[in-house]
């Protein structure tokens, strides 16, 4: 069997040696799952579902401070920000908890009409059937939270595929489920290459695909599903952000900020494209330079690291060249512009680089913000929507029929107000639109879409 190499995004080094899996195994997986969901009687009750979920939380509250290094080591995520995401996900237990009492259908009236007289109707909500989550490297274990509790919490069996520069995270949460008392075969494992990924996802046996990841990956697979696969699909996008002259400024810098260069800008949400009223553009763009330049650059199990290092060389690799780009065709590098190390790129500023460059009009995923002056916000609103990617957007401005308007104009699923465009709580809707993906996550609203409705229409004489 063919192993795999678990290593440090920062320095390269070796954490752990696991094995990969094969079509052999998917297809056990795939047995197992599928007979789970066929056989009702085994089936598992929602008492059940929840104290197994309430020993998970009790688990992983012992275990956060493994927890965190863990994820923190093999996704290069600063500890500071993998305690929140390990505290996030913890939360994002208990969210699957309270709204199991939520799975639930609704009285549909009768008597309407002579045809459908003596009938009482109501639906009830299923289980879907088994659940294959794919997942991706920037939040190892937060990710895999949202793409596997939901499934537990609503009676689904789940098969989960981790990003191959993260599984371990994912690992230590299935042995969690199991030692809170999972039986086995409701959440299984898989750690595959892509072509043994595409066999688990085109199976016949797949009720529901949730997939975050590449654009060209997740509508590649979605168009091979099996007839009736659902699916959700979370990809990137360009965040664009409005910045408007009456915007408070250092509250909006410091949003700014930290919405930028969070993960290293390894954010589906990350602000990429800041459109700066002329009255402020320059004073922005200068400001929000001189904090990048003291923002602390390294490795994040350094407790003073805020920016850590981009997953793997070669993004590296291709940020330098958008970057190199974006300057040779006219951008102006306020500050970075270069790579710190094989593993590190320096938080970067760019103002006005041009719409055709990459920096413009693709996801960089990497610690680079771009600004651009304007002087017509319906311009700007238009360019913010130019690109084919829509998700989450934000302005900044005082004034309430101004952020009204850019709400109601912007293309997106969400729109922040006076906030960074990666603002999330778990609670709430997350997914794009257009080519960033179909579907919606957030806890309550994937256990929603891994359930399906059953109507039950009862006819008597008495009634």
């Not at 696991?18 to 297809?27: F, K, Q, R, S």
């Not at 500890?79 to 929140?84: E, I």
């Not at 086995?184 to 046996?205: H, Y």
Request: glycine letters at 8%; a negative charge; hydrophobic letters at 40%.
């Amino acid at each position: 069997m063919h192993s795999l190499q678990v290593t440090r995004p920062f320095d390269g080094s070796v954490i752990k040696e696991i094995p990969l899996h094969n079509a052999g195994d998917v297809e056990s997986a795939l047995h197992l799952a599928h007979g789970l969901f066929k056989d009702q009687t085994r089936w598992l009750p929602a008492w059940q579902r929840i104290a197994i979920l309430e020993k998970v939380v009790q688990i992983m509250n012992g275990q956060s401070d493994e927890l965190i290094r863990l994820a923190a080591e093999e996704g290069g995520k600063p500890l500071m920000d993998s305690r929140v995401e390990v505290l996030r996900a913890i939360n994002g237990v208990k969210l699957a908890i309270e709204h199991i009492a939520q799975i639930k259908g609704e009285q549909v009236p009768m008597g309407q009409t002579e045809s459908s007289v003596n009938r009482l109707a109501f639906t009830t909500r299923e289980p879907i059937g088994v659940v294959v989550s794919i997942s991706a490297f920037n939040h190892p274990l937060n990710l895999i939270i949202h793409q596997v509790v939901p499934a537990i919490a609503v009676g689904s069996p789940v098969i989960i595929k981790p990003a191959l520069t993260t599984p371990l995270s994912c690992l230590k949460f299935v042995e969690i489920l199991s030692q809170a008392g999972l039986p086995e075969g409701w959440c299984q494992s898989l750690v595959c290459d892509n072509e043994t990924s595409e066999k688990l996802v085109t199976d016949e046996r797949i009720n529901y695909l949730s997939f975050i990841g590449s654009a060209n990956v997740g509508w590649f697979l979605r168009s091979k599903l099996s007839p009736g696969t659902r699916c959700a699909l979370e990809h990137g996008g360009a965040a664009p952000v409005v910045v408007e002259a009456d915007a408070d400024f250092e509250p909006m810098l410091d949003s700014l900020l930290k919405g930028g260069f969070y993960h290293a800008g390894q954010v589906c949400v990350s602000v990429q494209r800041i459109f700066a009223h002329a009255d402020i553009c320059d004073k922005l763009t200068q400001q929000l330079a001189l904090r990048a330049l003291k923002l602390v650059v390294g490795d994040p199990l350094d407790e003073r690291t805020e920016v850590g290092p981009l997953i793997l060389p070669r993004e590296v690799d291709r940020v330098e060249r958008w970057v190199n780009q974006a300057r040779k065709q006219g951008a102006t590098v306020v500050c970075g512009g270069h790579r710190i190390s094989d593993s590190c790129y320096a938080p970067t500023v760019l103002l006005n680089p041009p719409e055709d460059a990459n920096v413009s009009r693709m996801e960089i995923f990497g610690p680079v913000v771009c600004v651009y002056s304007y002087t017509d916000r319906q311009q700007a609103i238009e360019r913010a929507n130019a690109l084919p990617y829509a998700f989450q957007a934000s302005i900044f401005t005082n004034k309430l029929d101004t952020a009204l308007d850019a709400v109601k104009q912007l293309n997106a699923t969400a729109v922040m107000v006076n906030d960074h465009t990666a603002f999330r709580v778990d609670w709430m809707p997350f997914g794009g639109r257009d080519s960033s993906g179909i579907g919606m996550g957030g806890i309550q609203y994937s256990m929603h879409e891994m359930t399906r409705e059953k109507l039950m229409v009862f006819k008597s004489t008495v009634l």
